[in-house]
């Protein structure tokens, strides 16, 4: 037997031994068969299987009595309580799972088909061979049917809507207990689909009809919120942690008719869009009894558009519209109420504004004591009514519209009066010409998908929107603008990546210079840890708390920050706080290399001391280890490339950091039961904590949604070939996924996507990218949201998260740079390249600096031109040329290139500067 069977027993009974006279007169024999195949290079881990019993019943191992289904097997007896106890099954390497007599005798058999191992009750075996193949012929005739994601069945089973909160709550349920009709893997699904595109998912997901998108100006800690139903609100919680003085609370909504009509929040009547697609402008259309209105909204500052303080007055300016040639008035209903104007999760009004029920038209302006409330143009307007809850203002317009001027904080007349001055038109103007130079002065993409680039551009201006300029003068980048009005420094982390990587560098390096002030401020939040000089965390006064993974994260920023601007003179500053946050890690995980008594490592063994994973959860998790190890070694690599004494160092503490990660996980999923797949077959289930049990059921939302099994692919700690990738993206893709069609709850934490891009599975890839765009935004106004499972209550624009990795996600699938090659166009869907269409970057950054390129495509050929980095030139750069017909020849330079049909790809020449090419193209 090419196998080595290796019996370990803690208080079991030999092999061919009796059981012993302390077992119980009520116990039962179970018994039960394992088999599995030879070991091969692709199955490594069958050299050698070990049995051992996981409870106080005792096992027996014996030889089959029979011929087999796969040529090695060893028959288990479980001695003990009838349907209790259970064995492990060790496997080389360190990998493994547990089962349990209940689930052999729940199931006919449990097939881990990708290790090569299979487990039975004894009378089952016999009949094992057609069982698997009636099973695989049921998952079969499935293929037949159209293909449904793990969302559109659980929504299905559930009959949930958008709407409803709690949408998770029966997630678990569904991934592990609920008995499902074989089906083909949803990998092997989509393998056999056309590559699914924006438009295949718009049907698939409902888009959220409450949401909220805001309108400010970088730096500065006011931010309008812009309501689905055109409202326009200003929150006094914006500025709370700022330092600066708390805005008064009031919303404004808008209404027409004789008798005021207004369209309530949710209203899904109401339709809105962006200006030119992608500005930060709100228009707003809706029809009340036939008459139809339209609203504007941008933001625009009342004083310069410079920010010297971080609260220069802004005001939102807005024109409504009447059209058809309606003549019935216009309505403003004026509210200090949150509950009315809900902006999550404030529940209570800081600061509402005051003396509504005095409120009066003044002139050109709506006052409330001495604050005016807003400034109004071509129009005549009359009080209705009012109260310390609401006011109502009829409005008639001179011509078809009126154009409205809120200010966000009490201004003088001085500057209502400039702004009336300026008006809607030049205010519109400015805030359009003030983004787009903004965004000029970035890496510029564009592809044939006007969806795709949109968001892209939509995302600058939200991000710096979360930004502010605080009363101490430090430059911080909060979560949201306004509903997260704190730093989870994680957030930040990804925003400046993000930033750095579109070549934004001066605002990068602004927000990343906060987080080095706040280095050491305060400790992790774990009695195990006395130590803070060199973390990297928050300071009090923003912190809601303090996660441990903060450190990677900022360490990672950090490093990608050098690596994408090469800015040699920050780095030599920063250098010192580097070495210190290496070191900080360095010394918690000497705490954790400790053997136990009887020479056996713990779990943790090499990992981070237990500690806050994120605001509801502690323990040591995958994501906080994760995390912690692609800040370290992202760190290494930019010391390997700088040069410093100490980068071997910490390139070996890197690599062996690594080394325990892995070999932690893997025992842990050996202490588990593993997972059904679609397809019923099984994989061992890799567990996001290593103190919990079980499938995490009382962790669902720690474990998997709050990036508990995404950090694992997301951080690159599994190398190519790690058969844990496999089995967590089987079980994210089948079972965990469940509230968008192949997303998690969080849909822009995206791990599974860039793994698949460099995994080569580009349909995988593309099925996520597009997913992601329509399960974590409004499609009407480009908002990403946080929660799909909150209903009502979503946050919305967590910009700097979701630009990262967005824009991660699109520059991987335009020029991937990982380890020492570089590849252009790696998954970019074939129907970017068809006649006509053309996809371009300009000034996109990368870890060897900064490349152009543009492909044009035409009927019967495909030309362009490439500038490679040259800052630190790759070993080696590709062409993946993924087109709708077949390529007959490649030229570069106008000298032939070798075209690899297998990976459709062709070697891109090193080192000659530009680089032209053409390629001809059968359709």
Request: aromatic letters at 10%; charged letters at 25%.
């Amino acid at each position: 037997m090419p196998t080595i069977i290796e019996i370990l027993l803690i208080a079991a009974v030999l092999c061919g031994a009796q059981p012993n006279a302390d077992v119980r007169a009520d116990t039962a024999t179970n018994e039960y068969v394992v088999e599995w195949e030879s070991p091969t290079p692709r199955r490594p881990w069958l050299k050698s299987v070990k049995i051992a019993s996981v409870a106080s019943e005792p096992i027996e191992i014996s030889p089959i009595d029979a011929p087999g289904m796969l040529p090695n097997g060893a028959l288990v007896r479980v001695l003990g309580r009838q349907g209790a106890g259970g064995f492990r099954i060790e496997l080389y390497g360190g990998y493994g799972f547990t089962l349990s007599a209940e689930l052999l005798n729940r199931e006919p058999f449990v097939w881990l088909k990708d290790l090569g191992v299979i487990a039975c009750r004894r009378g089952e075996l016999a009949d094992l061979p057609g069982k698997i193949e009636a099973l695989e012929e049921r998952a079969a005739e499935a293929r037949k049917k159209p293909f449904r994601s793990t969302s559109e069945i659980y929504y299905a089973w559930t009959g949930y809507d958008v709407t409803r909160r709690r949408k998770d709550d029966r997630a678990f349920e569904f991934a592990y207990r609920l008995p499902r009709e074989p089906a083909p893997r949803s990998r092997d699904s989509i393998a056999a689909m056309p590559e699914a595109d924006y438009r295949y998912f718009l049907d698939r997901v409902q888009d959220p009809p409450y949401r909220v998108m805001f309108l400010g100006w970088p730096n500065v800690c006011q931010e309008f919120g812009v309501l689905s139903n055109g409202e326009i609100c200003v929150s006094a919680n914006a500025s709370r942690l700022s330092g600066h003085p708390p805005a008064e609370h009031f919303a404004v909504r808008f209404g027409v008719g004789d008798e005021p009509r207004f369209k309530e929040y949710g209203d899904r009547s109401v339709v809105q869009e962006l200006e030119d697609g992608y500005h930060t402008i709100v228009r707003t259309r809706w029809k009340s009894d036939g008459a139809a209105v339209r609203a504007a909204a941008c933001v625009y500052p009342l004083d310069g558009e410079e920010v010297r303080t971080g609260n220069e007055p802004l005001a939102a300016f807005v024109r409504v519209v009447r059209e058809g040639g309606s003549n019935e008035p216009l309505w403003l209903k004026i509210l200090p109420d949150q509950e009315v104007s809900p902006i999550w999760p404030v529940k209570k009004i800081f600061k509402p504004i005051k003396n509504l029920a005095a409120a009066r038209v003044d002139g050109s302006t709506i006052t409330a004591g001495d604050r005016v409330v807003l400034g109004f143009d071509s129009v005549r307007a009359v009080v209705a009514s009012a109260d310390e809850k609401e006011v109502l203002v009829r409005l008639e317009p001179d011509e078809d519209h009126v154009d409205l001027m809120i200010p966000y904080v009490a201004v003088d007349a001085e500057l209502v009066g400039k702004a009336r001055a300026m008006g809607f038109d030049e205010a519109l103007k400015r805030t359009k010409r003030y983004w787009d130079r903004r965004l000029s002065s970035g890496a510029r993409i564009e592809t044939p998908d006007a969806t795709v680039n949109n968001l892209y551009k939509t995302f600058l201006p939200r991000t710096l929107c979360c930004a502010e300029l605080d009363a101490e003068g430090d430059y911080v980048l909060k979560t949201s603008p306004l509903v997260y009005d704190a730093v989870w420094l994680h957030i930040t982390a990804l925003g400046i990546e993000g930033l750095s990587r579109r070549g934004h560098f001066d605002d990068a390096r602004r927000y990343l210079e906060t987080a080095f002030r706040w280095q050491g401020s305060q400790g992790p939040d774990s009695e195990h840890y006395s130590l803070w000089k060199g973390f990297f965390n928050t300071p009090p006064r923003y912190t809601v708390w303090v996660w441990l993974n903060y450190h990677g994260w900022t360490q990672w920023a950090a490093a990608r920050y050098f690596l994408f601007s090469d800015d040699k003179q920050w780095l030599n500053e920063k250098l010192p706080a580097l070495v210190e946050s290496l070191e900080w890690t360095v010394e918690h995980r000497r705490k954790t290399k400790r053997e136990n008594p009887d020479g056996t490592r713990p779990l943790n063994y090499g990992w981070l001391p237990a500690g806050r994973v994120n605001d509801g959860a502690t323990g040591t998790s995958a994501c906080t280890d994760c995390v912690n190890w692609m800040g370290f070694n992202e760190l290494a690599l930019l010391l390997e490339r700088f040069g410093h004494p100490r980068a071997a160092e910490f390139r070996r503490e890197a690599d062996d950091y690594r080394a325990c990660i892995l070999d932690g996980l893997r025992r842990a999923s050996v202490l588990r039961e593993p997972v059904k797949l679609n397809d019923g077959a099984f994989v061992p289930y890799v567990p996001g904590y290593l103190e919990s049990t079980g499938h995490e059921q009382n962790m669902w939302f720690a474990a998997v949604v709050d990036v508990g099994q995404n950090m694992m692919l997301d951080s690159g700690v599994m190398p190519s070939g790690e058969p844990m990738e496999d089995w967590v993206l089987a079980n994210c893709e089948d079972n965990l996924f469940s509230l968008a069609p192949n997303l998690a709850d969080e849909a822009y934490f995206v791990g599974q996507g860039h793994r698949y891009i460099r995994r080569d599975e580009t349909k995988m890839a593309l099925y996520t990218f597009y997913s992601l765009m329509a399960s974590g935004m409004s499609r009407q106004t480009l908002t990403t949201f946080e929660h799909r499972s909150w209903g009502k209550g979503k946050a919305f624009d967590l910009a700097p998260w979701a630009m990262c990795n967005y824009t991660r996600f699109l520059a991987a699938m335009l020029a991937l740079d990982d380890g020492d090659e570089l590849v252009y166009c790696k998954a970019t869907p074939r129907a970017w390249l068809a006649p006509g269409k053309q996809i371009s970057a300009d000034g996109l950054q990368t870890r060897f600096g900064p490349t152009i390129f543009k492909l044009i495509a035409e009927e019967n050929s495909i030309h362009g031109e490439f500038e490679l980095p040259t800052r630190y030139p790759p070993k080696s750069a590709r062409l993946v040329l993924r087109t709708d017909g077949k390529i007959k020849s490649v030229a570069f330079n106008e000298k032939s290139a070798r075209f690899d049909p297998a990976t459709e790809s062709v070697a891109l020449p090193i080192g000659v500067g530009k680089v032209t090419l053409r390629a001809e193209v059968e359709r």
